[in-house]
T-cell receptor, first 114, second 113 residues
């Protein structure tokens, strides 16, 4: 079945370590996104990519990095520069722009910093 | 500033009862409004998406309404089931906003037996 796969589901990290969250989609969507979700807050955009080898910063990109080497894949690296990385991370994709096309989400990855 | 406000923050209802969730927004110029259902620990799933010209849209027991004049939307759940327990998120997009979406904080619904 088509969809978005995020891994791992749960991840624990020590302070000072970088971690990479995987996001793979087989929907043939051009656009992919990473959002961060914290309790009591709306989703916030970290990075998005419209096409392969291109990506743009969202509202809270500091301390994060991404790559888009393949249409299907959009991994997110949470670096040691991110001061408060504990959160639920959601990957999404859409056919066109997020403001007009339907957004499809993965199941999320929960990162906890110990 | 584009904002999306949802109420109530949380709600508890008995199984079989109906409920209505509210979403008020200040996003302009308006493009579309969506409602998502998010089960605990999982990704959001789309329920409805409405454009300016649509004032009602249904998806099974879920019915969304939109009043673009007052900038208000509601999500009505009929004959609630235990599986309706989730967070419901209102998302509003503006025209020509590119990839930016305005997310509400969600309403947490608990349906009890």
């Amino acid at each position: 079945d088509g969809g978005i796969t995020q891994s791992p589901k749960y991840l624990f990290r020590k302070e000072g370590q970088n971690v990479t969250l995987s996001c793979e989609q087989n929907l043939n969507h051009d656009a992919m996104y990473w959002y961060r979700q914290d309790p009591g807050q709306g989703l916030r955009l970290i990075y998005y990519s419209q096409i392969v080898n291109d990506f743009q910063k969202g509202d809270i990109a500091e301390g994060y990095s991404v790559s888009r080497e393949k249409k299907e894949s959009f991994p997110l690296t949470v670096t040691s520069a991110q001061k408060n990385p504990t959160a639920f991370y959601l990957c999404a994709s859409s056919i066109g722009g997020a403001n007009t096309g339907e957004l499809f989400f993965g199941e999320g990855s929960r990162l906890t910093v110990l | 500033k584009n904002q999306v406000e949802q109420s109530p923050q949380s709600l508890i209802i008995l199984e079989g009862k109906n409920c209505t969730l509210q979403c008020n927004y200040t996003v302009s110029p308006f493009s579309n409004l969506r409602w998502y259902k998010q089960d605990t620990g999982r990704g959001p799933v789309s329920l409805t998406i409405m454009t300016f010209s649509e004032n009602t849209k249904s998806n099974g027991r879920y019915t969304a309404t939109l009043d673009a004049d007052t900038k208000q939307s509601s999500l009505h759940i009929t004959a609630s089931q235990l599986s309706d327990s989730a967070s419901y998120i209102c998302v509003v997009s503006a025209e020509n906003s590119g990839y930016a979406l305005n997310f509400g904080k969600g309403t947490s619904l608990l349906v009890t037996p």
